[in-house]
């Protein structure tokens, strides 16, 4: 069914909308998924700060073209079937990750590319961020390096004030 012209300038309106407060988007193929793990996979990118818009080629072309992010020569050749957009809101690794989890379940959803600090990148690139952990686990990492040579320097302190007990006595 033909969007009316109408129709068509709400889509995008709101396409430009979300490029315009996104971190990073992903590009992806849902062609053949049904349409529930599709509502559940956008229940999970909401949860998680996310969006997903499905529109059509020609008017996510016009819209970041208007928003002066230019991709769609390097994209076109690599989108077979319909496309959607999986927009990171909050946080730029969020989309990554939840879409490469659901194409893991979903042989049919299929990660095309993306979209990160305003430069295209490849799928490639696109799983490399989705294997990035977590923002609390990195900082919990970053604590723990930081505080396990204090804890061992504290330890070698404490025997060595427990060897010069020893030797008084």
Same mark, same amino acid.
């Given at each position: 069914?033909?969007?009316?012209?109408?129709?068509? +300038?709400?889509?995008?309106?709101?396409?430009?909308?979300?490029?315009?407060? +996104?971190?990073?988007?992903? !590009?992806?193929?849902?062609?053949? =998924?049904?349409?529930?793990?599709?509502?559940?996979?956008?229940?999970?990118?909401?949860?998680?700060?996310?969006?997903?818009? =499905?529109?059509?080629?020609?008017?996510?072309?016009?819209? !970041?073209?208007?928003?002066?992010?230019?991709?769609?020569?390097?994209?076109? *050749?690599?989108?077979?079937? *319909?496309?959607?957009?999986? %927009?990171?809101?909050?946080?730029?690794?969020?989309?990554?990750?939840?879409?490469? +989890?659901?194409?893991?379940?979903?042989?049919?959803?299929?990660?095309?590319?993306?979209? !990160?600090?305003?430069?295209?990148?490849?799928?490639?690139? =696109?799983?490399?961020?989705?294997?990035?952990?977590?923002?609390?686990?990195?900082?919990?990492?970053?604590?723990?390096?930081?505080?396990?040579?204090?804890?061992? %320097?504290?330890?070698?302190?404490?025997? =060595?004030?427990?060897?010069?007990?020893?030797?008084?006595?």
């Amino acid at each position: 069914m033909a969007l009316t012209k109408e129709k068509k +300038q709400n889509n995008l309106k709101d396409i430009k909308a979300n490029i315009a407060k +996104q971190k990073s988007v992903i !590009f992806v193929d849902f062609s053949k =998924v049904a349409s529930k793990d599709l509502f559940d996979l956008r229940k999970k990118l909401k949860e998680a700060g996310c969006n997903l818009k =499905v529109g059509k080629k020609t008017l996510i072309r016009i819209a !970041f073209g208007q928003s002066n992010i230019s991709f769609w020569n390097k994209i076109k *050749q690599s989108i077979p079937g *319909q496309l959607a957009l999986v %927009f990171g809101i909050e946080d730029e690794i969020v989309p990554a990750r939840i879409s490469n +989890q659901f194409a893991k379940t979903n042989e049919n959803f299929k990660i095309l590319g993306g979209i !990160f600090e305003k430069r295209f990148i490849n799928k490639e690139r =696109v799983l490399e961020l989705a294997s990035i952990p977590p923002r609390n686990e990195l900082l919990g990492r970053l604590v723990g390096s930081l505080a396990s040579p204090m804890a061992s %320097f504290v330890r070698v302190l404490d025997r =060595v004030r427990e060897n010069k007990e020893q030797i008084k006595v």
